[in-house]
């Protein structure tokens, strides 16, 4: 991280701002995670379809339709909260859901195949859990295929404990959202928001 004792202050200064990427390229670079709705149903069908089957499977656990046959009932949910990740072009590149039930709310997450292993999916989980905070909800839960590796990995970057119960080849996995407040960007000091809810 920082350059050896032998480089010069001048040298080091330098340096340092060569590696470091200035913030507002950083903004252009990474896709940024912004609410969206049913408008967007058009942009969202087309980024399903990018997606392969095998990703598919993972977020619904099931052979799925035309996208146009269930998306508009997703997007169109009530209560619902729905993100999106839009590359530098604008196009929806990962999208992320929280679909109330009574005091719990389901979580989901898809990213399209070409921008999987980039941080989205480590990502997109916090911008949900704040947005389950702000909602009220007591409890924030998802649905993960017994033995995806990707999925695991994603939770085990939770700021919080995750509890699990696994049942016919489907994983619960579970947080109480009132241990994500200490988390939330109104407690965090401000040079820790962007690392916390990127
Ligand atoms: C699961 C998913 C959301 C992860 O998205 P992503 O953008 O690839 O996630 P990240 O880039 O943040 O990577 C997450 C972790 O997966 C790991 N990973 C990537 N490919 C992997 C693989 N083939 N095997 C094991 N781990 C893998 C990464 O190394 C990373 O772990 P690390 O941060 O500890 O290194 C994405 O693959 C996806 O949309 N899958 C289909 C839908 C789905 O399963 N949704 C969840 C149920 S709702």
Excluded: N
């Excluded at 912004?34 to 099931?62: F, K, N």
């Excluded at 035309?66 to 997007?75: G, K, Q, V």
């Excluded at 990213?111 to 007591?138: F, I, K, N, S």
């Amino acid at each position: 991280m920082f350059p050896p004792r032998s480089i010069d202050r001048r040298s080091a200064v330098q340096v340092l701002h060569q590696a470091r990427p200035r913030k507002d390229e950083l903004m252009r670079r990474e896709p940024r995670i912004i609410p969206m709705g049913p408008d967007d149903l058009a942009a969202t069908v087309e980024m399903h379809r990018r997606c392969s089957s095998q990703t598919l499977w993972s977020r619904y656990h099931w052979a799925m339709p035309d996208p146009r046959t269930y998306l508009p009932a997703l997007l169109g949910r009530p209560g619902s909260v729905h993100l999106a990740a839009r590359d530098s072009t604008g196009r929806i590149v990962a999208v992320g859901h929280l679909m109330p039930d009574r005091s719990a709310v389901e979580a989901a997450l898809l990213v399209e195949d070409a921008w999987q292993g980039r941080g989205l999916g480590t990502r997109m989980p916090r911008h949900l859990g704040h947005h389950a905070l702000m909602g009220g909800w007591a409890t924030l839960y998802g649905l993960v295929l017994s033995g995806d590796k990707r999925m695991a990995a994603v939770l085990g970057h939770a700021p919080v404990p995750v509890h699990r119960r696994e049942e016919g080849g489907v994983v619960t996995a579970w947080v109480h959202v009132r241990d994500l407040a200490a988390g939330s960007p109104t407690r965090r000091r401000r040079g820790s928001l962007r690392a916390e809810h990127r």
